[in-house]
């Protein structure tokens, strides 16, 4: 089975800017969350999406939201980028049952706010 | 709310070396515990995932035990090699259905040849 892909890899935007992030799962899983990873702040949970609803959020401000599609890919949007949105984005699939839910990570998405 | 910690925050040893990596976590109310590698820049890597009635788990060289009641993990590595040069990170799951990952901030390993 092919992994998780993400792209784009590499992002380079400018503040006030928006950006959308795209994310497609292991083939059969239906579960998507998001992670967010800094230097200062270690990874830290942004959203996890469950057959297109949202089922946990964390403690991020608005400007951060995400979708899910019926082929359970997904995608996260940031508005209004702020230089403090500079990192590493991953996104992690799972099965999503009640299962082992094991996550398995993507590459990530390199995101730079200049 | 859920702390994760990891002891030592980095450890370099010579190769060959068994070494053990510690994580602790606040609340033992857990689902369950993965332990991942991450290489510079790059994602996650799982390596082991030990559900909360399960003691331990082992692939290949690496073996993970979980205590919940003292809200303990360690991952076990032995005969060390530079390849095993990464950031190791330990990530609990409530208990509660649906809830998400809290990730500790990692033990910076070194291999050295």
């Known amino acids: 089975k092919a992994g998780v892909t993400q792209t784009p890899r590499y992002l380079i935007k400018t503040r006030g800017q928006q950006v959308t992030l795209s994310c497609s799962p292991i083939?059969?899983?239906?579960?998507v969350s998001w992670y967010q990873q800094t230097p200062g702040q270690g990874l830290q949970f942004l959203f996890e999406?469950?057959?297109?609803?949202?089922?946990n959020k964390g403690n991020f401000p608005g400007r951060f939201s995400g979708r899910q599609f019926s082929n359970s890919r997904s995608e996260m949007n940031v508005s209004t980028l702020e230089l403090g949105d500079s990192a590493l984005y991953l996104c992690?699939?799972?099965?999503?049952?009640?299962?082992?839910?094991?996550?398995?990570f993507g590459p990530g998405t390199r995101l730079t706010v200049t | 709310k859920q702390e994760v910690t990891q002891i030592p925050a980095a450890l370099s040893v010579p190769e060959g070396e068994n070494l053990v990596l510690n994580c602790s976590f606040t609340?033992?109310?857990?689902?369950?515990l993965q332990w991942f590698r991450q290489d510079p820049g790059k994602g996650l890597t799982s390596l082991l995932l030990?559900?909360?009635?399960?003691r331990e788990q082992t692939s290949g060289r690496l073996n993970a035990s979980l205590d919940k009641s003292s809200g303990r993990s360690t991952l076990y590595i032995a005969a060390s090699q530079p390849g095993d040069s990464a950031t190791y990170l330990c990530?609990?799951?409530?208990?509660?259905?649906?809830?998400?990952?809290?990730f500790g901030p990692g033990t910076r390993l070194s291999v050295l040849p």
């Open positions: 990530a609990v799951r409530g208990g509660n259905y649906g809830q998400n990952f809290v």
């Open positions: 992690a699939s799972g099965e999503g049952g009640s299962s082992s839910y094991e996550q398995y």
């Open positions: 030990i559900q909360s009635s399960q």
């Open positions: 999406y469950f057959s297109e609803t949202q089922r």
């Open positions: 083939s059969g899983h239906r579960s």
């Open positions: 609340d033992s109310a857990i689902y369950n």
